[in-house]
C-alpha cells in the first residue's frame, strides 16, 4: 500500500527539537512517503542537522534566515540541489522578543512589535512566494496557528501576529488557488516546545486545556498535529483552501469547562 504522500517534495521549516511540531509533520511525512528538506539558519543550523538524523531518512538541511532577502532570492537554488520541485511547504516559523508577550501590551513598541509581525506573518507569504517557482500544477502549504479569535492571558503581540497570520492564510488561498495552490493552517493547542516555553506563564495556557478540551489534551504529543499537516499536504483535501484546522482537543468549540 502507497502512503500518503507517496512521491511528494516537501520543504518544512522551524525543525528545532524532537518534541515540535514541524518535526512530527517530517517524521510522518517521511514515513507516507515523501521526500522532505528541512531549512534552518544561522547558529540552528547545526542543531538542525543533528535532528534531521533523528527522522526516519535524514533528510538534507538547507539555509533560509525569514528575515533575508538574499536568503528568499537564492532559495530557489538551494532546494533545487536535493529536489527538482516541490509539491508541499511546512511553515512552522514564529517568533517574538520577550517583551512583546506577557503584561504590559499597550507599552510594547514598534521595535519589538515588528520583528513578530514579520516573522511571524508575513513570513507566511513570503516563503510561498519564494517557492512557486518550484510547484507543479498542483501543491500545498500549511502553516501553524494558535487560535487567535481571543485574547489569551501573556500571549500578548503574539497573538496579534496570529491574527495576522489568520488573515494572510486567506488572501493566500485567494490569490494562489487559481493557480492551483492549497493553503491552510493548523492551530494546534499547547504544547511543551521551545516554542510555548519561551512565552512568559505559558503554564496558563497548560492549565486551561487541561480542564477544558472536551477530548482532552496532552501537552507532549505532537502526533495529532503531524498527522493533521500531513493530511493537509495531502491529495485527500483537494477542495480545501484557506481553512483553520484546529487540532486542540475540541477547546476551540466550547464557551466553559464541559461537565465531569
Known sequence: MTGLLEGKRLLVTGVLTEAS??????????QEGAQVVLSSFGRALNITRRIARRLPTEAPVIELDVTSDEDYAALEGRLREHVDGLDGVVHSV?????????????DV???DVGPAVQ??????AAVTRACLP????????????????????VYGWMGVSKAALESTNRYLARDLGPRGVRVNLVAAGPLRTMAMRSIPGSEQFETL???????GWSLTDTEPAGKAIVALLSDWFPATTGEIVHVD???HAVGAEPPK
Open 119 to 124: 516573522i511571524s506573518a508575513w513570513s507566511y
Open 209 to 215: 486545556w487541561e480542564t477544558g478540551a472536551p477530548l
Open 21 to 30: 511540531i514541524a518535526f512530527a509533520a517530517a517524521r510522518i511525512a517521511q
Open 134 to 153: 518550484l510547484f507543479g500544477e498542483k501543491a500545498a502549504v500549511v502553516g501553524l496557528d494558535f487560535d487567535a479569535t481571543k485574547a489569551w492571558p
Open 249 to 251: 482537543g475540541g477547546f
Open 109 to 111: 513598541p514598534w521595535a
Open 94 to 106: 514564529a517568533f517574538a522578543p520577550q517583551n512583546a508577550m506577557g503584561d504590559g501590551f499597550v
